[in-house]
């Protein structure tokens, strides 16, 4: 949820935002049906609970090619994903998934975004397919894509090595004096 949570920062504080930096994330709102798919995972976790939640999400966050799959470190990541997911609490992971579906669409307002912005994808994110973040690109005036091969969802869990290089390229990019200045 960081990814709406920077938008929102953005679009209203931008003398406060030298640079952006979205990860597997998308500008639009929710479709009805996609809303009506977080009430019904909602329900079932409240019935279920938090297991089925993790069942169905570590397949969906983390990218399924035989490269990425037998990735180092690959078992390490879903236990994380596991152990994060499973020390929720029910309400929690239900306010939050209420909390996406009913978020605004930041299309326009990111249109008027100033700062550079790194966008990343993952190559092989079921979540938020690269085709959000490629139209996010058009969107934001000063947005650069990066889609990473081998990763779903959660790359900077998945790509550690790549992801960090692209933000620390990114950082270096920018005037140091924008950077001082936001408070960053």
Avoid at 108 to 124: C, K, Q
Wanted: proline fraction near 8%; hydrophobic fraction near 50%.
């Amino acid at each position: 949820m960081g990814g709406y949570v920077a938008q929102h920062v953005a679009a209203r504080h931008p003398d406060r935002v030298a640079a952006v930096i979205l990860v597997a994330t998308k500008l639009e709102a929710d479709s009805a049906e996609a809303r009506a798919g977080r009430t019904d995972l909602a329900a079932k976790v409240g019935r279920l609970g938090l297991g089925i939640l993790a069942d169905a999400m570590i397949p969906r966050l983390l990218a399924d090619s035989p490269e990425a799959r037998g990735a180092p470190g690959r078992a390490d990541v879903e236990s994380l994903l596991r152990r994060t997911i499973l020390g929720q609490r029910v309400a929690s992971v239900q306010s939050a998934l209420a909390a996406l579906g009913g978020r605004p669409d930041m299309t326009e307002p990111l249109r008027r975004l100033r700062p550079p912005a790194l966008l990343v994808a993952g190559a092989e994110d079921a979540i938020t397919a690269p085709e959000c973040l490629e139209r996010a690109e058009a969107i934001i005036p000063r947005a650069k894509l990066l889609i990473v091969p081998a990763a779903g969802h959660m790359v900077p869990l998945e790509q550690p090595e790549v992801f960090n290089a692209a933000v620390l390229d990114f950082l270096r990019e920018l005037p140091q004096g924008r950077l001082r200045a936001a408070g960053a």
